[in-house]
Every structure is written in structure tokens, then in C-alpha cells.
């Protein structure tokens, strides 16, 4: 295995130095009051061995990456089923875009678009008996950290901006694909979008799609086969339109958020996030791509 804290160490120089440094998401106003100077990456391998830098153990907003631990919960209660109410298509456009909605009967192309992800909302807040409280119990379960929370400022910030995302959820509805009341099923998307977490946190939460579906205590959440369609959509799916350029240029699937945050894994072999807020112009962070382009470039290491 490489030396991992050193390849942190000097993407983190060579990262702080560069002049790309994107833009911090203003369009959920809590967002941008977050530094776009914060950098944090943290590495953990299959043996659980730790690598950090910068600000790795301070907590932001997941946004997108929260979509991953929605879907995983939906495919552990009701399996293959979801699959008739999202496909699991590239869509090829920005996550918030709803021509496509339209030309295809409000099936969205995949549970990482908005849409999509408010589908997976609709079938847990369903499932659930307390949606909000369980799906945090379950991340809280995943990470082995019971103080994962909600960032209740955000979750209003986003209620209070969110019009595309109740234009989806009314367009679902009207489509016979949102069962439950389109204010429920979205105080519950907002709440899971504000999960603040750190890139330690998230690692310990994205062990598990590293560990064949077992997460650092060992327990089993998920099958082999569960998370190989998983990991499939966060390769073909997790970057927005832009998930061409990211296996391009990084080579491991994974998931990105507006707060800043990108969650990548080489399967049996480790699981990296970065954060840094500044967002390109397709709302990746700019910084957390050049980060891991640079990982996977020096140790050699990717799914290719
Ligand atoms: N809560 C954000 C939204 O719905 C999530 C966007 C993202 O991180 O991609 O607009």
C-alpha cells in the first residue's frame, strides 16, 4: 500500500496553492456562509487505519451525499421493488433539471437526481415509522457516532429556497409517483440533504460500500450484490452531469454535494472524502477533483 499520509500531506500543499478554487453554493442561503479557505480530507483503509489533513474533523453540510445513505436504506427494506419508480440511467443534465421528468412519464432517471431522491424519500417516509429520527438512527448505526445531526438552520434555509424541488415533487405527484403529501416527503429531503457531518464521519459512514455492505463494527447492512448496483450509480450518477469527467479523471465512483463534499472508494481498499466549498461550474468542489484526481494519479490506485 502506499504511503498514504504523505500523498495527503502534499495534495493538501499542492491544493491550498491552487487558484481553482470554484464557488461557494449560494442558491440554499445557509450555504454560503461557509469559508471557501476550508480544505479537509480524511482516508481510511481496509484495515481501518486513519489518514487526515486540514480541516478534516470539521462538520458541513452533505447535501447530495446524503442520497447515497437514503437509497441504501430504501434498497435494505423493500430491495429490487424500488426500481419500478426510478430508473437507473445517467441523466446527463444538472441534478435539478425536470424537462426529462416530463418526457418520461415522472420516472426519474436515477435516485441521485433530485427528483429521483425525493422518490427514495417518498418510500422511506412510507416505510418509516418515525422517518426523520430513523433515518438518523441508521447513519448514527453506519458511522458507529451517535452525535451525526441535523443542521435545522440549513433544513429552513432550503424550505424557504427550495422552489425546483417542490416543482419535482408536485410533478411526481401529478405523475401517480409521490404517495405521500409533497410537504412531508420534502421536510424529510431537506432534513437528510442538512446531515452535517465531517470527512472523518463520512468515511466511517461510506466504509461499509469499501467493505462488501459490512460497516466498521462488521455488522452487515447491505448485500454483495447491493452494493455493486450502489457503487455502479455512484460511478454513472454521483457527479451530475459531470460523472463522465469525474471517472475520467479520478477513477472510483462516488458522490458529491453542494456543501463542498466528495465521498470516493476503491472497493476492498480504502474510502476518501475531501471537502472544500468552493463548487465549478457543474457543482462539484473544484477542489475536492483536483484532490482526488491527484490521489488516484500518484499511488496508482483506481477501479481502471
Ligand atoms: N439539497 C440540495 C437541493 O436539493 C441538494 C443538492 C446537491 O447537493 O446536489 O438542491
Redesign the pocket.
Known sequence: MPDFQKNIDSILEEVKNSSAIGTVAS??PELATVSSAKFGIHLIDANQQTYAAGDANEAFSV???SKVLTLSMALGILGEEIWKRVDVEPSGDP??HLSLLEQENGIPRNPFI?AG?IVISDILVTQLKNPKEDFLNYVRKLADDSTISYNESVAIS?KET?F??YAAANLLKSYGNLNNKVEDVLDF??HQ?SLSMSCKQLCDTFYLYMNRGKCKRNTSYLTINQIKRINALMLTCGF?DEAGEFAFEVGLPGK????GGIVALLPNKFCITTWSPGLNKK?NSARGMQALERLTTMTELSIF
Not at 458529491?256 to 456543501?259: E, F, K, L, Q
Open positions: 442558491y440554499i447535501q447530495s451525499i441534478f435539478n433530485n431522491a432550503e427550495g425546483k424541488n429531503y431537506f440533504c451530475y458529491s454535494g453542494v456543501g457543482g
